[in-house]
């Protein structure tokens, strides 16, 4: 009986320390929430936001880091019918996280009717990963429209869990890892324990640039715009940073620097202030505008981008 009972408490013992790793995709249509969603579940800005869709384009890990788990997030671009090069490789990346998921978080709205795109939800239906249909933007609608949309999930994937949230407000999002704890395996962390994500600090740099392009101009120069750090000099109190953005026409280039340079100075000082805060230190960044025609479409430029 006592032999019994010591085992009993080893095994316990054993259950408490084993370490949980797993990946967890963020996948859904753009502009949904997916990455204020990351944002929240990691706890640090890992990942741009905007109000205009697609502003996601490569597929960005978050890392949450606890002594007894380690959850590797995927923010992954919205899924969109490619009609780009660059739409195609950014459906490339889509696919490739809901291959190697351990679990899928898809995110939709109160609004969305259903994905739209048909081949990503019948591969969510096919697939043998666990599935998490988060309902976001729970602070905007009512409960009737909660409960038609929590039935109109449900019978779309019926294997899936289903949780109302708000990934702006933080609203039951405070379940979301525990959740996701208890499902994903049991195994050695994947990345070094101290690391927030797999990118380096240049590619936050030109993200934190493209997010303000992204909030200054209208319709299509934001979506022909690519940021490029060109050269990066680190120092103890002051980093020093020279970027480019390349768009796809003369004309972008006009717009895009603005009557007297008055555009792109607002856009420069508001990377660097926000570059200095996420770097603790100062930063002198410059940015110039140059042309690369039809980047879009140029698997070179493509590449050379890192996409
Ligand atoms: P993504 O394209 O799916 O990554 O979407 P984003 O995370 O970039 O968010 C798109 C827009 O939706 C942004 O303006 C967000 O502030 C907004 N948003 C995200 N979550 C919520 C939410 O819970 N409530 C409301 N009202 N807006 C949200
Ligand atoms: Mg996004």
Redesign the pocket.
Known sequence: MIFKLSTAKFRFFALEMAHKSGFVNII??????????M?QLVGERM?????K????RHRIFGIVNEPDYQIVFS?TP?VVNASYKLHQSMMDSVNTALKDADIILL?T?LWEDSLNHKETLERIQKTAIPTIVLI?????GDDERLKERTEHWHKLLPEADILP?????G?HTDFIIPKLVSMIPEGPPYFPKDELTDRPLRFFISEIIREKIFFAYEKEIPYSCQVEIEEYKESKRLDKIRAIIYVDRDSQKGILIGHQGKMLKKIGTEARLDAEEMLQKKVHLELFVKVKKDWRNDDRSLKNFGY
């Open positions: 859904g249509s753009p502009n949904v929430g997916k990455s204020t969603l944002n990942s741009i936001i905007s109000p869709a697609q502003t996601t923010d919205g995110v709205d976001n933007k729970l602070d905007k949230i708000s990934a702006l407000h609203f």
